[in-house]
């Protein structure tokens, strides 16, 4: 079975903290998706990754950034956190364009 | 108005129940998927389709490209059906990016 694993399920951080967010699939799929969950609005992409070192901005990229050193991990990046990214996060990733995506079991970030 | 509507959104139904979740769309897609959120927020993959039908279990989902809808039908429902169903759909030519409905939070009961 593939596996996308976030490195924590519930964060609290205090505003103005940088903040890591790391997902790690054991699949060596290609694509990586970091996406962000509200209440009324759905999940909204932030940032995704076609390959290492490949990074394109989603629909809702400002306050955040992107790693993909290697394969295997994506991390979200929260330069200086304020309470309006307080969401869960959800990862993703798929092997191709047209093959099923895998979630990671999300992040619920507090930033206080 | 968004580009992936569900309906119902919220959905109250006795255990044993067909359940009836649409989706309609307004975008060029490659494929649509149906995806499972439980509370505690973890989401599963319950289906990808490009055209027809598929069933797993007793879940079956379908979809009319033609008329840009989909449908998730649950037979027999049961009380750990009950989650938020979510329909994706993956945008033609964008290489995996994934545009998502508000959900349809089911609660089946006993």
């Known amino acids: 079975d593939v596996k996308v694993t976030q490195s924590s399920r519930y964060l609290v951080k205090r505003t103005g903290e940088k903040v890591f967010l790391e997902c790690v699939q054991d699949m060596d799929h290609e694509n990586m998706f970091w996406y962000r969950q509200d209440p009324g609005l759905g999940l909204r992409l932030i940032y995704f990754s076609y390959d290492v070192k490949m990074k394109e901005k989603g629909d809702i990229p400002e306050g955040y950034s992107v790693s993909r050193e290697k394969k295997e991990r994506f991390s979200l990046i929260l330069e200086s956190a304020s309470t309006n990214q307080t969401s869960m996060y959800l990862c993703a990733s798929s092997i191709g364009t047209l093959t099923e995506a895998f979630f990671g079991q999300g992040t619920r970030l507090t930033v206080v | 108005k968004n580009e992936v509507e569900q309906s119902p959104q919220n959905l109250t139904a006795q255990e044993g129940e067909f359940i009836t979740i649409n989706c309609s769309y307004s975008?060029?897609?490659?494929?649509l998927h149906w995806l499972q959120q439980h509370p505690g927020g973890g989401i599963v993959s319950l289906f990808m389709l490009s055209s027809g039908k598929k069933k797993h279990g007793r879940l079956i989902a379908t979809i009319n490209i033609q008329e840009k809808h989909s449908s998730l039908h649950i037979t027999a429902s049961h009380p750990r059906d009950s989650a938020v169903y979510i329909c994706?759909?993956?945008?033609?030519?964008?290489?995996?990016?994934?545009?998502f409905g508000q959900g349809t939070e089911l609660s089946v009961k006993p």
């Open positions: 975008v060029g897609i490659s494929a």
């Open positions: 994706a759909v993956m945008i033609y030519n964008q290489g995996g990016k994934l545009i």
